[in-house]
Nanobody, 124 residues
Framework: QVQLVESGGGLVQAGGSLRLSCAAS????????LGWFRQAPGKEREFVVA????????DYADSVKGRFIISRDNAKKTVFLQMNSLKPEDTAVYYCAATRTNVGLGFSPTYDYWGQGTQVTVSS
């Protein structure tokens, strides 16, 4: 079992930056692949980025590539999402998620554990 708690959301102007954190409790954090998803009002939840437990390889959605950076600190059981050059279309509730599965990391059904989400609002 893994419990996930996101933090770091808020209101920021376009072009600004935010750093989201997702702290995990439970055992064996290092063996989980981790992802960030987001959901804007009236839209489906969409994939943002994932980081694998092995090799630390990452996958980014095209919409955030070059602007967002995912990282993880296994000792602190935390995954981070550094968001730069934010745009109004980045406004959403951001969720972190965890899975032992190594494939399909861009799809929300792959993930077994989810946080409660943190709101990010980017003003124009």
């Amino acid at each position: 079992q893994v419990q996930l708690v996101e933090s770091g959301g808020g209101l920021v102007q376009a072009g600004g930056s935010l750093r989201l954190s997702c702290a995990a409790s439970g055992r064996f954090f290092s063996i989980y692949n981790l992802g960030w998803f987001r959901q804007a009002p009236g839209k489906e939840r969409e994939f943002v980025v994932a980081i694998r437990q092995s090799e630390r390889t990452t996958d980014y959605a095209d919409s955030v590539k070059g602007r967002f950076i995912i990282s993880r600190d296994n000792a602190k059981k935390t995954v981070f999402l550094q968001m730069n050059s934010l745009k109004p279309e980045d406004t959403a509730v951001y969720y972190c998620a965890a899975t032992r599965t190594n494939v399909g990391l861009g799809f929300s059904p792959t993930y077994d554990y989810w946080g409660q989400g943190t709101q990010v609002t980017v003003s124009s």
